[in-house]
């Protein structure tokens, strides 16, 4: 398996509605479309309602180095 993680502060309420969308609807294609993701997926911290980890985790190195070939990168 490989993946990404990332963890990181918006600067304000609606930057971090806006980011959260996109992963929902991003995340909602990957995963119809590109077979070898695992997990495409974005969580808001609890106690840092700005906060968000975000991770993504891939079958292998392939299903990796097609997903970051892919338009949206």
């Known amino acids: 398996m490989f993946g990404l993680f990332i963890r990181f502060t918006w600067k304000d309420e609606a930057a971090a509605a806006a980011f959260d969308d996109l992963v929902a609807r991003t995340g909602e294609q990957i995963q119809a479309n590109e077979p070898g993701t695992v997990i495409y997926s974005g969580h808001r911290g609890d ?5 968000r980890v975000f991770y993504e985790l891939y079958r292998d190195k392939a299903a990796l180095a097609r997903a970051w070939s892919a338009e949206r990168y």
């Open 47 to 51: 106690r840092r309602p700005l906060e």
